[in-house]
Every structure is written in structure tokens, then in C-alpha cells.
Nanobody
Framework: QVSLVESGGGVVQAGGSLKLSCAAS????????LGWFRQAEGKEREIVAS????????YFRDSVKGRFAVSRDNEANTATLQMNGLLPEDTAVYYC?????????????????????WGQGTQVTVSS
């Protein structure tokens, strides 16, 4: 089992950057795939990016490609989501998730239902 805590959210102007962190506690963090999801007010939770256990495979939703980057440090039990060129439509609560039931190349991992462990979320607000 793993516990996840996100940090780094805040308010930023359009075009700005934020770096979100996900700190994990528990055993076997290095064996878990990690995902970043977001949920805007009144909308469903959607995947933003994911990274496999070794950091050799990543996925990004189309709207953030070229703007966001994801990384992890298994020795430090942390993961980061670097967000550049932020847009007002990126405003949402961002969540870190771990341990999907399938490999990340399986598109079913784009659904929140595929993930077992979740953090509490961190708010990102992008002003225009």
C-alpha cells in the first residue's frame, strides 16, 4: 500500500509555470506506475499524464503535449508534473495516482477507475 500527497498548486497567470510534486510513503513505490489526473469544477476527472515504474514510458493527453513534463525519483519516493505555458482551461484540482491494474500502454489506464491509490489533490488556478 502507498500513501500519496500532492503539493505545489497555486494561482498563476496564463503563460506561467507550476511544478507539482507527489510524495509517496509506503513500500514498493518504485514498482508502481504513476498517473496525474485533474478535475475541473463540474467536470469529470481526466488523465493528464502517466509514467511507468521505471520512467521509460510516459503518456500525455493531447491538450498538454509539449507543455507538461512528468518525471519520478524512485529513490526519493517522489514524482513531479512540470506545467509550462499554462492556460485558463488547465484550472482544476490535480491528483496523483498510483498502481493501475494494467500496463500504461493500455488505454483503459486513462480512466480513473484503473487506479488504486490517490492523493488528496492540489488546486491549480490559471488566471487570464
Amino acid at each position: 500500500q502507498v500513501s500519496l500527497v500532492e503539493s505545489g498548486g497555486g494561482v498563476v497567470q496564463a503563460g506561467g509555470s507550476l511544478k507539482l510534486s507527489c510524495a509517496a510513503s509506503g513500500r514498493h513505490f518504485g514498482s508502481y506506475h504513476l498517473g496525474w489526473f485533474r478535475q475541473a469544477e463540474g467536470k469529470e476527472r481526466e488523465i493528464v499524464a502517466s509514467i511507468n515504474w521505471s520512467g521509460t514510458y510516459t503518456y500525455f493527453r493531447d491538450s498538454v503535449k509539449g507543455r507538461f513534463a512528468v518525471s519520478r525519483d524512485n529513490e526519493a519516493n517522489t514524482a513531479t508534473l512540470q506545467m509550462n505555458g499554462l492556460l485558463p482551461e488547465d484550472t482544476a484540482v490535480y491528483y496523483c495516482a498510483a498502481d493501475p491494474s494494467r500496463p500504461l500502454y493500455d488505454s483503459r489506464t486513462h480512466s480513473p477507475e484503473a487506479w488504486v491509490y490517490w492523493g488528496q489533490g492540489t488546486q491549480v488556478t490559471v488566471s487570464s
